[in-house]
C-alpha cells in the first residue's frame, strides 16, 4: 500500500464529514508526520531491546516503546490490531499463503514438481544446462 493510500483510508476512518477535503500538503505532512512517529518508536523499541540485551526487536518491545514514549493509552488497541494482523496471516497461510496458485496438485504431481526443481538446481549447481524431463507415459493411454 502506497502512502497516500494509507493517508486516503485514514480520511475515510476519521469519520470526516464528505463535504470535507484535505490539501495535497496536508495529506504530505500527514505521511512526514507517520514516517517520523514510526521511526521515534522503532527507535525506542530498539532501545527496549538492547536494554534487554536481545538482537531481535519483538513485538512486546514496541509496546513498551509506546509505554515509554507516553502513548500508553494506545497499547490496548495496537495490541488488538496485532492480534487480528496475526490471525489474519495465520488465515492466509493456511489457504496456502504466497505460494498457492490457486491450483491444487496431487500427491504425485507434486513429488514430480520437487523432483524436477531438484534436477534444475542441480544441473545449476553443477554447471550443467538444465534439460526439462518429459512428463511420463501412461501405456494405457497410448494406442
Keep these: 500500500m502506497e502512502p497516500m ?3 486516503g483510508k485514514s ?3 476519521a469519520s470526516l464529514p ?4 484535505v490539501a495535497r500538503d496536508a495529506q504530505d505532512l500527514l505521511i512526514e508526520c507517520c514516517v517520523e512517529f514510526i521511526n521515534l518508536i522503532s527507535s525506542e523499541s530498539n532501545e527496549v531491546c538492547n536494554r534487554e540485551e536481545k ?5 512486546e518491545h514496541v509496546l513498551k516503546a509506546l509505554e515509554v514514549l507516553g502513548f500508553g493509552e494506545y497499547i490496548e488497541e495496537v495490541y488488538a490490531a ?3 494482523h496475526k490471525i489474519e496471516t495465520m488465515h492466509d497461510s493456511l489457504k496456502g499463503g504466497k505460494w498457492c496458485n490457486g491450483a491444487e496438485m496431487t500427491e504425485e504431481e507434486a513429488v514430480a514438481e520437487q ?3 531438484f534436477a534444475e538446481a542441480r544441473a545449476r549447481m553443477n554447471g550443467g544446462a538444465v ?8 501405456p494405457s493411454l497410448e494406442s
Design 5 to 7: 493510500d494509507i493517508v
Design 11 to 13: 480520511k475515510e476512518d
Design 82 to 84: 496485532y492480534e487480528q
Design 18 to 21: 464528505k463535504d470535507v477535503r
Design 55 to 59: 538482537r531481535t526487536i519483538a513485538p
Design 115 to 117: 523432483q524436477r526443481m
Design 131 to 138: 534439460t526439462p524431463k518429459q512428463p511420463d507415459r501412461d
